[in-house]
């Protein structure tokens, strides 16, 4: 894992102002995620998937492909689906980890 780097100043003076809004911890744990920083940017995406945003149980889901567990990416998927149904992606994301999986598609 690389080195946890801090997110820009920006988003962390947001973090600061509302340290509780969804949009903010969002922010600062996808830069966390594009910096390398899982350490940091999976507990934020993991609080917020379990208050229902979907977008945060997708990136987890990412990061779980990523990683080469693709039982968990699936779980983190269909939680973004659960959440999000219509969201095209993450629909696609769900087909190719069940064929990948060798699970049914149907």
């Known amino acids: 894992e690389a080195l946890e780097t801090d ?4 988003i962390e ?10 949009a903010v911890r969002l922010a600062v744990a996808r830069q966390a995620m594009r910096q390398g920083a899982s ?3 999976v507990p934020l995406l993991e609080e917020l998937a379990d208050d229902g945003v ?25 939680k973004a689906a659960d959440l999000n149904p219509g969201h095209t ?4 994301q769900i ?5 990948a999986l060798g699970l049914s598609t149907h």
């Open 39 to 41: 350490a940091r940017g």
């Open 7 to 10: 997110v820009p100043s920006e």
């Open 95 to 99: 087909l190719g980890l069940k064929q």
């Open 54 to 78: 979907a977008e945060a149980a997708f990136h987890l889901g990412v990061h779980e492909i990523r990683r080469g567990d693709l039982v968990q990416a699936l779980r983190w998927m269909e």
């Open 89 to 92: 992606e993450t629909g696609a």
């Open 13 to 22: 003076r947001l973090a600061r102002l509302a340290p509780n809004a969804q």
